[in-house]
């Protein structure tokens, strides 16, 4: 017989950091920083690409952008479209402050845990 | 620019939020890069693909993460399944018990309602688009009588109705055709067909062509066969194309086989097996081409068939009137008719079969209901048993916090689990239900049952059963069970609940009353069956072979048919074992009548008698074993072609009192005044006998109808001999045949059969009914004694602890067997009680099936009530039995 139901066990576990970021989320998110204001896919991938030395795919870049705009880190909105008839409209990002604090806090998470460790900085 | 066509097109697959932005972003990649031409655009295409793929698998995992109370109801119900999988596989026995039960109880509905669907709904094989079909029909206003027939001229003035694309006329019937030279002749039915009938029909040829509109203005001797008859008479042999065969002794080539298509809707009787033109010299001797039979239409798209009857009102009023001539029996109506237009291809107005049909549907169905109904019943209570075992299980996963609809849930789904095993062994055992129906006539003048399909629509029937099922018999265990708590259940374990004890009882009860009611009615049928079996025919048909023979068909005329009659009977009488020989025109159960008005003479002021007119032979009396009352049979002498006009007569006795009242008949004269077929006589008949009343016709329930024997003029489209001998019926139809070939090795025998069977014939919804009821009657029968030996094996097995002690404390065994035996009386009693209650409401519709008992009989209630009383105290015994053999020190060690 078992000794505690499923009920008790999701009742007695440590509450959830409300966000976590992902590697890939971190290295978006980093690379919005750096291109500063309005970015897209393209440039985000390509910094992330030149300065981190990640190759990602494309398709990641949109859902990764789709799921940090669900989470409150990111906004979004249309940008004009390109001068032409059936120009297209491109979906551009802005960095929230609450993503710049998430963003934070993970790195302060790896630094406590790399603190003391032969990854961890030098104090 | 917005990139190649290709791309733009791969891109579409881009969810709409990111669509745009995907193709500017990948044209802005390509243009930085040093891609150009064609591989530019396959490196564009491969990525938007690539990245479509990937934001679809994406948010579909993120759509299903985002919703956790869907994966963990995904995941509890994989749970259920696999834990209901579990317990089916751990109880072998216990879950057959289950699915045999159910099945049974499932089979018979699918079985009837695959029989119904086939004859009622099934689309006709071999036609194209026949809901655009219709048939027309004249009826006058009060529409009463339905013409069929119409004159050939009207169907070209009712062409001119733009409601229809196109319409056709056929008239059909049986010929001798043979097939092979050599071979004997066949009769076979063969349609008459005007042009344009067979696009009207939209049949398609399965080798060769089909009838061109060429072939029948000009009239050709060509002929089109089924696909069936091609298959059974000429071996699917495509050779066949092109060779000649006879019908009806004229010449005609096959010019092509029609795919699937067997003649006109469900309801027809015997199938088509040969299409020609209506002008040749075939269809000039068969049919009247002057006349068309069947006036079929095929309706424009979206025309409805109000708006046609509208349309073929006016081109037909020119010959609304000559409609009463062709009428050729039934009463006649003074109103003119109009045409009307009756969608699908339907035959209607042969005595109400859709109606009888109607009629039959809804009993069948209901009693499989009440079956199903049982098995449930049953099935639930067998689950109970099962579920209690497991309560302790049960109360365990309550008490570690699953909620009770979670309980609920887990058992409905091993309820699911086991009906979907039982509704695929359903659909077996309906299979093979049906296969015992096969050649059986479901109403008199409807067709044999052969190859019932299993359809769609069937093994929708089944599953929704099935749910049905699962909810019914699944929910009562799950609700209960879900009720356990932790502490009664453990305190209770291995012992019995009131509450659950009584719930069996009152399911057993539930039982015996649906089974009560379906052995009541049951019961009830047989006796009205036997009763119909044993009616007082006026005559004895046993001992007696009957056959018909139509050698007008084959040309016979006048004299030729007269001298064949005779020559037939001498020969019949001479042969081994025959002690006499009849004939009669028409046959006493042929469906129709030729009715004719009659008047006493002096005829002033005489009430007119409508009866019905049979031309016999000289020996008809004395060969069926009609008793003569006064006066005399017919003479050999009498029994001429073309006697007197003022003829003899013999009279049935209800006749001979309709007309003279008490005083003796012979002697006296009738004027007779008859009209069929266009020709119309009157004469007079001196009456010479009088013989007793005989049922014969359609309906056997119905008292002898008043009849007049004339021994001229016969007409031998309907007549039939009769033989009456001392030897089995196999052999005296044997000699008969031998008989007539001697005679005419071109002439088929028809209908032969004993007259037992024929009589037989006349009563197929009665036999198919109480043979439905009496199978399902059974099957509740023996579940319902298999739920009370499962209950009180049951309650046995939980009380052995009890048993042990008090044997233990000197009980007597007749004690304990009793006390268990009392477990099994009250929920009869209660449940015969119900189903007496539920029986006598359903009654009503007995009411008008049987014949002879009445449908609330005493006598049969009584006897299904102790009956099934009896069974259920039988199913009780055993296990009654086993608690009087517990030994007390073994059932005190149990646990």
Redesign the interface.
Known sequence: ??E?????IVANMPPRDPVRLGEVEQLVLLAMLRLEGDA???PIRDVIERDAGVAL????I??TL??LERKGLVESRMSEP?P?P?G????VFRIRPSGVAALRSARRAVDRLAAGTIVGRKV | MNGPLLFRGAVRLVPRRWRDSVARDLLEDVARSNRTGAHATAWLVAQAVSIALRLATRSMADWWGDRPDWRRAADSLRLDLRLALRSVAHQPWSTAALVVTLALGMSAGTAVFAVFNHVLFRPIPGIDASDRLATVYFQPADRHPTYKTAPREALDALRSARAFDALGASSDTELPVVARSGADPDFVRVEFVTDRYLDVLGVRPRAGRLLIDDDVVTGQSVAVISERWWRRELGADPSAIGQSITINRHPAVIVGVVADYRGWGALRIGSIDIWMPIDTPIGEDAVSPDRVFSLVGRLRPGVTTAIAEQQLRVPFAPYASSMRTLMSMGPLSTAPAVPVVYPGLYEIGEEGTRREIGQLYPFALGASGLLLLLGCANTANLLLARTMKRRRDLAVRSAMGASRWRLARSLLVEAAAIVAIAAAVAVGLARGLVWFTQGEQLFDSGPALDSVAFDWRVLAFAVVLGAITAVLFGLVPALTASRSTMPRALAQSGRSTRSGHRLRATLVGVQLALAVTLLAGAGVLVRSLQNLRGVDLGMNPDGVVSFGLNPMRLGYKGDDVDALVRDTMDRLRSAAGVEAVAFASPSPFWRGFIPASLKAEPTDGALEHRVSTTVVSADYFRTLQIPVRAGRAFTEAEFQRDGPKAGAGIVSESLARQLFGDPPAVGRRVYLSQSARGWRVDRTIEIVGVVGDTRSGVDLRAPGRPALYEPTGANMSASVFFVRSRIPPAQALAAARTTVQQIDPNLPIADAGALRDEIDRLIPEERVLALLLGGVALIATVLGVAGVHAVIAHTVAERTREFGIRLALGAARRTVLLGVLRGVVVPAIGGLACGLALFAGASRLLASRVYGVSPTDLVTLASVSVLLVVVALAGAWLPARRATRVDPAVALRVE
């Open positions: 017989m078992p505690a139901s499923y009920g008790n897209y896919a393209v795919a494309r398709g990641s949109y859902i789709d799921r390109t032409e059936g297209k409209a491109r979906r």
